[in-house]
């Protein structure tokens, strides 16, 4: 299984809504991370779980909260969002967080439209 | 201040031609590059990689060039087929430090 899931595939919500979006991998991967894309523009790192640990938060608004219950799972809670927050949400997994040729893959996003 | 460069936004090519897409680094710490393909709606691809202890890496119709004086790296995509077309990113790393740098992206099309 080469693949990172997630889900939902589309989420449409209103700025006093919570949600979750989720990533999950069974790669043996121990790295994770979650990306911000905007349109026609690359993928802006958000957070990096390096053996179920946050250990890089690129300064994220704290209404976007990062969870890993697993080596496996990798959720992002959502509250309090903002219009600007509408993007192309990507989860990403490597090997680890380290070392040379670690190539990511990445799953194949949550389309996030806040109202 | 940006890290990495693909100052062409986009490319068109000609089915079975050569696409070669560049792209620009500044920070001397990466020391492995990696090119993604992305189609609309989609995430990004890994398509080949380079250590920066190499200068070339062939695999199939794709290869990366490495040229660490000039810190610029090209992707070769020979020849060139209409399933080509998406946004190619480039992105460095360094690996003592995790977070990939990804440039903006390059548009190729190639036209049949």
């Known amino acids: 299984d080469t693949e990172v899931t997630q889900t939902p595939k589309h989420l449409v919500m209103g700025m006093t809504n919570k949600k979750s979006l989720k990533c999950e991998q069974h790669m043996g991967h121990r790295a994770m991370y979650w990306y911000k894309q905007k349109a026609k523009k690359p993928p802006e790192l958000m957070f990096v779980?390096?053996?179920?640990?946050?250990?890089i938060n690129e300064s994220v608004p704290s209404r976007f909260s990062p969870e890993c219950p697993n080596s496996s799972l990798l959720n992002l809670h959502l509250h309090a969002l903002q219009p600007e927050d509408s993007a192309l949400y990507l989860c990403?997994?490597?090997?680890?967080?380290?070392?040379?040729?670690?190539?990511?893959?990445f799953g194949p996003g949550t389309r996030l439209t806040v109202l | 201040d940006q890290q990495v460069k693909q100052n062409s936004p986009s490319l068109s090519v000609q089915e079975g031609r050569i696409s070669i897409l560049n792209c620009d680094y500044t920070n001397s710490m990466f020391d492995y590059f990696l090119w993604y393909k992305k189609y609309p709606a989609e995430g990004p691809t890994f398509l080949i990689s380079?250590?920066?202890?190499?200068d070339k890496n062939e695999d199939g119709r794709f290869t990366v060039f490495l040229n660490k004086s000039a810190k610029h790296l090209s992707l070769h995509i020979v020849p060139s087929q209409p399933g080509d077309s998406a946004v190619y990113f480039c992105?460095?790393?360094?690996?003592?430090?995790?977070?990939?740098?990804f440039g903006k992206g390059t548009r190729l099309s190639v036209i049949a």
């Open positions: 990403a997994s490597s090997q680890d967080a380290s070392g040379n040729d670690n190539e990511q893959f």
């Open positions: 380079i250590s920066s202890i190499k």
């Open positions: 779980y390096s053996y179920e640990k946050l250990s």
């Open positions: 992105a460095a790393g360094n690996s003592g430090n995790t977070p990939l740098v």
